[in-house]
């Protein structure tokens, strides 16, 4: 890797970085309590929750499990647990 | 919902600060350039080569994203891009205390550059050191609780004041727990033309020493207990004010926090919670929250 | 005074006399920045007034940004550079003192902004008067420093210093140094320059990578240490290339505007110098007199002028005192802790080569004290001891008044 001039980035190149590693728990999402309300699209701090295929998913290569979304879903259809590496 | 602000950045697990940047981009759109000071979001978004940013960004140094951005203005002018969103997003302290000249500057000469801090009430960056956003007898490392001291003795600067001081035609508060407010404050904002200032309440887990995943609920009982009040100021008068359903006493606040166990745990306690509760019925109070 | 190529070029009847804050402040007119943004403080608030006149008056389509401090001013500067544009800023002492840590992110940043500094002394104690001290404390800063004698050459520098700065090899910013009060508010015949002649020397800046939405990137990442010395060392190798720069900027000059200075450094009063004296701006032109004199009494004396600070010409010098057999050094500095700046760097440049001839420092003209002919002669002669084996001091402050101590 060459230096850039001035230490110029590159756009959304912390995606290399897959926060992932970091987590101890990780969100189970109930689909069938879900009510497609987009709260933890919108609370999620990795910007890792998506709707695909219309059901919300975590992106496990990101997802660090502070567990906010869990906290946050109105119906509880998020849990968090003890992730089995 | 865009997402501007990429995944891989390195903020604490269940940090109140990339919830808010992502709203505040979507809201604002790709026609954005972003200036930042210092701080947990610099540090945490851009780890040379890395860098969480999609839209252009930019970092000098602690104090100067004010005087920064007003050069970006000026030159936007002059290219006749003057539909660019320049927004300024940094802490409270590059805010409140050592970036306040340069913000001052920015202010007066009316530059286009939409300002907001996000407050997590302390350095938090260079590890939890009182700033003048610190709140009333909160713990920092440099405020400590101890046997003869609540924590830091003075109250919250009140910036919001400062800036409709200086006469910026859109001045608001806002927070994380209510996203849709702070999407449509910033939407706002980048709307008129002029200088504008959001502050934006955004808990520190590291800093005020809670479980991760309690962030918005913690940011919502600040709202709800009066101490975090949701205005805006258009043109110098207060225009909107987001109404407390239900006040919740300060002890459910900051009971959850352990910056504040001392409250509950030194003799006079209970006295400085007292002078809490006021200063979150002053709010009250001030701006009309309750019905 | 003897001729010398610098006024090869001028002619007597198209030259107007001016305040040399007005030339300077019309030779930046004539490079076309896009955004100037400057704080005022004596004795540099004249050419800031000019500017906003020529703004006023639609003589420059520049973006004016009356700021609240010279740390503003400079960092408001990293903003525009940043967008794209051409920047100019101008200040002193105090100013350029403030501006301190901006200095440094500037040229970390590799934004080739040129500045103005009219030099003059730093507080405390409080002095508007001319000398050294401001800009050679900022020396370290990663700027390209040019120190002008005249204001002839200050105002030919400032394309000159655009030239070099904004040269894709070098993208580093530089500091145009004049002294404050003496070359600031002096009024003397110029040849002014003109934005068509300017613009054959000087092309637009158009740098590739900017802030744009359409073509996002991140600008002023933290780096660890596992690359931050390659930062460090990549700007040290733009200012070498700067040398060369340098001197082609000074031939190209002089092949359109007829005046050249030499390049790095200007050699004065004849190639059998005995007594080589070195030193940076105005005052060598009291010096240039006082050779004058001595030579015809028949004593060799000599000047290499430094016009480029930094990057410190070191073979230059090396060359232009090989044949000397002692070299007295008059600066308007001392690191306080130490001897002058110039003659520390001097020493240094000589201690590895094969020149080996004594060398001594005189500070000079802190705080405005007027410097004479009768000065300088003192310093020659204090050199001649030195030359035949009695150096009474290394280092001394030249016309020290002992009764105030």
């Excluded at chain 2, 920092?140 to 006469?167: C, E, Q």
Aim: net charge negative; aromatic share 8%; with cysteine.
């Amino acid at each position: 890797m060459k230096l850039s001039l001035g230490a110029m980035a590159e756009p959304g190149s912390t995606r290399v970085t897959k926060t992932g590693a970091w987590r101890t728990f990780v969100p189970q999402l109930d689909h069938a309590a879900c009510i497609k309300c987009s709260l933890c699209e919108i609370y999620c701090p990795e910007a890792c929750i998506h709707q695909v295929d219309g059901l919300f998913v975590p992106d496990l290569d990101y997802c660090k499990g502070c567990g906010v979304c869990a906290n946050e879903c109105p119906r509880k259809a998020i849990e968090m647990i003890l992730e089995e590496k | 919902m865009q997402n501007l602000f990429a995944p891989g950045h390195r903020a604490c697990a269940g940090c109140a600060m990339p919830t808010a940047v992502k709203l505040i981009l979507d809201a604002a759109g790709p026609n954005t350039i972003v200036a930042s000071p210092t701080g947990c979001l610099e540090v945490i978004s851009t780890p040379f080569p890395e860098s969480a940013w999609e839209v252009p960004w930019v970092h000098s140094l602690f104090e100067n994203a004010a005087a920064v951005a007003s050069g970006i203005d000026v030159v936007m002018k002059r290219l006749g891009k003057e539909d660019t969103n320049i927004l300024v997003i940094g802490g409270d302290g590059s805010t409140f205390d050592i970036g306040i000249g340069c913000i001052s500057g920015m202010f007066e000469r009316g530059h286009n550059v939409k300002y907001i801090c996000y407050d997590n009430e302390a350095y938090m960056n260079t590890g939890v050191q009182r700033s003048s956003s610190t709140p009333f007898c909160t713990n920092t490392t440099t405020t400590p609780a101890g046997k003869v001291s609540f924590g830091n003795p003075l109250p919250k600067k009140d910036m919001p004041a400062i800036a409709v001081a200086h006469r910026v035609p859109y001045v608001a508060t806002a927070s994380v727990a209510y996203p849709v407010d702070l999407r449509k404050k910033v939407k706002r904002a980048c709307g008129i033309k002029g200088p504008a200032y959001i502050q934006i309440s955004a808990p520190c887990i590291t800093g005020w020493n809670f479980e991760a995943g309690n962030t918005i609920e913690i940011a919502r009982l600040a709202v709800e207990t009066c101490l975090s009040p949701l205005y805006e100021y258009v043109n110098g008068e207060l225009d909107g004010v987001k109404k407390v359903r239900s006040k919740k006493p300060v002890e459910d606040y900051l009971k959850t926090q352990g910056r504040y166990r001392h409250l509950f745990r030194k003799d006079g306690g209970a006295e400085v919670i007292g002078k809490i509760q006021a200063m979150a019925d002053a709010n009250a109070l001030k701006f009309g929250l309750l019905d | 005074m003897a001729d010398s190529s610098a006024n090869a070029g001028l002619k007597l009847e198209s030259m107007k006399v001016v305040e040399g804050s007005y030339a300077l402040a019309h030779a930046v007119m004539c490079c076309s920045p896009d955004v100037v943004s400057a704080y005022p403080i004596t004795p540099q608030t004249h050419i800031v007034e000019h500017l906003s006149q020529f703004v006023a008056d639609g003589l420059m389509p520049s973006e004016f940004i009356t700021v609240d401090s010279e740390f503003s001013a400079l960092s408001a500067l990293v903003g525009s550079s940043v967008a794209g544009a051409r920047c100019y800023s101008a200040t002193t002492s105090q100013g350029l003192a403030l501006m301190f840590e901006v200095l440094y992110n500037v040229s970390g940043m590799r934004l080739p902004v040129v500045m103005t500094v009219a030099n003059r002394a730093l507080s405390a104690p409080l002095s508007i008067w001319n000398d050294h001290q401001d800009s050679m404390g900022v020396r370290d800063s990663g700027w390209i420093q040019l120190y002008a004698e005249s204001v002839q050459e200050a105002v030919d520098l400032t394309p000159i210093a655009y030239k070099i700065a904004e040269d894709e090899d070098i993208l580093t910013p530089a500091m145009v140094c004049m002294d404050g009060f003496i070359l600031t508010h002096v009024y003397e015949p110029v040849q002014l320059l003109d934005l068509e002649t300017v613009n054959e020397f000087l092309p637009p800046y158009t740098p590739k990578i900017v802030l744009d939405p359409k073509n996002p990137k991140t600008f002023g990442a933290f780096v660890d240490p596992s690359m931050f010395t390659e930062y460090r060392y990549m700007q040290c190798q733009a200012q070498n290339k700067a040398l060369s720069a340098i001197e082609r900027a000074d031939r190209e000059f002089s092949e359109i505007f007829g005046r050249s200075y030499g390049g790095l450094l200007e050699v004065y009063g004849g190639d059998d110098a005995e007594v080589m004296l070195i030193a940076m701006g105005s005052v060598s032109g009291t010096i240039k007199d006082t050779i004058d004199e001595l030579r015809s009494d028949g004593v060799k004396v000599g000047l290499t002028r430094i016009r480029s600070f930094r990057p410190f010409p070191v073979e230059a010098i090396r060359k232009a005192v090989a044949d000397a057999h002692v070299i007295a050094v008059i600066e308007k500095d001392v690191t306080v802790g130490n001897d002058g700046a110039l003659v520390s760097e001097i020493k240094a440049a000589l201690y590895n080569s094969k020149v080996g001839i004594p060398v001594i420092g005189f500070a000079v003209g802190l705080g405005g004290r007027d410097v004479t002919v009768a000065d300088v002669k003192r310093a020659v002669a204090k050199a001649l001891a030195a030359k035949d084996g009695r150096m009474d001091h290394e280092f001394e402050f030249l016309s020290l008044r002992e009764e105030l101590l």
